[in-house]
């Protein structure tokens, strides 16, 4: 590789979750909303593409802006563009399929699917027009969220949805608060909820004619409302892969931390549990549980591909102190004989091929894992209480609010050519910052200071680099430093 790629894999200043990524010619681009940097709300800005050459992941170039909210005929009413994905047809050209929001999500289970066409992947897109029934009025069975697009030789499909509560319509109908509650989340009467047979909440799929907006008969549950998936039950974020001739579909479970999968022969149902694939909060790896996970987890949303024979899973974390601006990861899968994925932690090396070298200087908030120990899950607002977390000022980009009991973790390096390690950080914080065991005192900094201490790896294969902060006051980090010999 050229250069090498870590986590988050895009510039720091870019915020793209919900990421969809696909192959087409020789470039991998990922499709996703568009978070600002230090946003008030999800999704505030246009849709921006990144794309890549199959055989260099760590060249990300920006393709540029390549469709405005302001295109959507809805914009008065919701100005906000929820995940999108996007598809070749079998004319050859490139559909956009997106649902449209108002402010911290009202309104973004109203529907309908939204369809823009390009000639080419990152174009420049136009509106075409909404999912519809051959009668041209919308489709909106079950409720529009989420949209993956998915060209199964030469059959396009819609999978799409969510999962709010998992009450039966008998329990709805005889619950009048309940039902309210449902009709005013998706905007439904309660005769259309009620007259649903299957239920509104699920995953759905729906096929399409070949003119990417008229569905060929009626969409169908892909997997039951009542499911059980051993807590790991459907919530949002639809996306669906084939792997031989097996169908797999990515999920965003109830948890709300986690990307799931689920397997099937058949693209319309029979969907099986297969497990938990990526926690943004490493939930579920080494032990680790909800009450101890490794970062503010929240919303995550994102899709399997393989690249050049290897399999990985792009997903999203957050940074802010909030779920409104997200940035894109990636780690490495392994899709066994069997069929299963086991889960991978999250690591700060991504796409890379190798662990990154030891060598030079980093910027810290490519940390895998960044907790004080009783991190937040995030909720539609900004946190104002204090933890660490990333952040910035400016073009400035660093770890903010690490305070006594901070434990920070960059997974993983190789080398041994350099003679200490160290931060750049600033703060009034005053104790003693520990890397992997070792001790470097912390006085406080009113501007950007380098601190380090000697350090010998006991494996320069692949080791992981820990600091943990002990003391009183809040310090930044900025940079991880590898000092040459």
């Known amino acids: 590789m050229i250069k090498q790629a870590y986590n988050p894999f895009l510039p720091l200043d870019a915020y793209i979750p919900d990421g969809e990524p696909h192959i087409f010619g020789d470039r991998v681009y990922l499709y996703g909303s568009h978070d600002r940097e230090g946003g008030e709300t999800f999704c505030m800005e246009d849709y921006t593409v990144y794309s890549a050459p199959v055989d260099d992941l760590s060249e990300w170039r920006c393709e540029g802006v390549i469709y405005r909210a302001e295109q959507d005929p809805d914009y008065a009413e919701r100005k906000y563009m929820y995940a999108p994905d996007v598809v070749q047809g079998n004319d050859g050209k490139y559909y956009l399929y997106y649902c449209m929001s108002g402010r911290f999500g009202i309104g973004g289970y109203f529907g309908p699917i939204s369809v823009a066409v390009c000639d080419t992947p990152a174009g420049e897109y136009q509106y075409l ?61 309660a005769e259309e909820i009620l007259a649903t047979p299957d239920n ?78 990526v926690s943004n909060g490493d939930i579920g790896i080494n032990g680790i549980t909800n009450e101890n996970k490794l970062n503010m987890t929240g919303t995550t949303h994102g899709s399997i591909i393989e690249i050049n024979g290897q399999w990985y899973v792009f997903y999203h974390r957050l940074t802010h102190k909030s779920d409104y601006s997200r940035q894109a990861c990636a780690e490495k899968i392994f899709i066994a004989p069997d069929g299963s994925i086991a889960q991978v932690e999250m690591t700060s090396c991504g796409l890379s091929p190798q662990p990154l070298k030891a060598q030079g200087t980093y910027p810290a908030v490519i940390a895998c894992n960044i907790t004080n120990g009783k991190m937040p899950h995030g909720s539609n607002s900004i946190f104002t209480e204090s933890f660490p977390n990333v952040n910035n000022d400016g073009d400035e980009r660093f770890i903010a609010e690490i305070s006594d009991g901070t434990l920070i973790r960059f997974k993983y390096f190789s080398g041994s050519d350099f003679s200490d390690i160290g931060v750049s950080y600033k703060g009034s914080g005053e104790g003693i910052l520990t890397v992997n065991g070792i001790e470097i005192a912390i006085r406080p900094a009113e501007n950007w200071t380098d601190a380090t201490c000697p350090f010998t790896p006991e494996n320069d294969e692949k080791f992981a680099v820990t600091l943990n902060y002990s003391g009183t006051g809040i310090i930044s980090i900025k940079s991880l430093i590898f000092g040459s010999r």
């Open 129 to 189: 027009g909404f999912v519809r029934y051959p009668d041209g009025s919308p489709m909106k069975k079950y409720v529009c969220f989420d949209p993956c697009a998915f060209n199964d030789n030469g059959t396009i499909r819609i999978y799409y949805g969510t999962q709010y509560m998992n009450e039966s319509n008998d329990v709805l109908a005889a619950d009048p608060a309940k039902l309210k509650e449902v009709m005013e989340r998706y905007n439904k009467t």
């Open 200 to 277: 509104v909440n699920g995953p759905a799929m729906v096929v399409l004619e070949d003119d990417m907006l008229t569905v060929k008969g009626e969409p169908v549950h892909i997997i039951p409302y009542e499911a059980d998936f051993g807590g790991h039950e459907f919530f949002e974020a639809s996306s669906m892969r084939k792997v031989g001739d097996k169908y797999y579909f990515v999920y965003s479970s109830q948890q709300n931390h986690e990307l799931c999968y689920a397997v099937s022969d058949r693209p319309d149902g029979g969907f099986i549990f297969g497990g938990t694939i």
